[in-house]
């Protein structure tokens, strides 16, 4: 059984920093493609950022290039969001993700799923 357990999120003043952590359990995230995913209230789940760590790769949205990070901790099987330089409209509640493949944005593709975690960005 797949679990993908995200923590990290909380509440946090414009310009500040978050990590965010997936914790997975059922497969080898460095076999995966994972991924980060946000939704804010009354909009669609959109793509954040990506890792594909067998290849070396790494995938970001536009509007996080620069000022977010992913990597994954093979030993502990964990992949991590680090989040600078915040913005109020990155407040949404952050989905970890993975599949065997790469899917970018189409959501719908991705086979697992966390539950989210909230981050809250104040201005």
């Known amino acids: 059984q797949v679990q993908l357990v995200e923590s990290g999120g909380g509440l946090v003043q414009a310009g500040g920093s978050l990590r965010l952590s997936c914790a997975a359990s059922g497969i080898t995230v460095s076999s995966y493609v994972m991924g980060w995913f946000r939704q804010a209230p009354g909009k669609e789940r959109e793509f954040v950022a990506a890792i594909r760590w067998s290849v070396g790769s790494t995938y970001y949205a536009d509007s996080v290039k620069g000022r977010f990070t992913i990597s994954t901790d093979i030993a502990q099987n964990t992949v991590y969001l680090q989040m600078n330089s915040l913005k109020p409209e990155d407040t949404a509640v952050y989905y970890c993700?993975?599949?065997?493949?790469?899917?970018?944005?189409?959501?719908?593709?991705?086979?697992?799923w966390g539950q989210g975690t909230q981050v809250t960005v104040s201005s």
């Open positions: 993700a993975a599949d065997r493949n790469y899917y970018g944005g189409r959501y719908y593709e991705w086979d697992y």
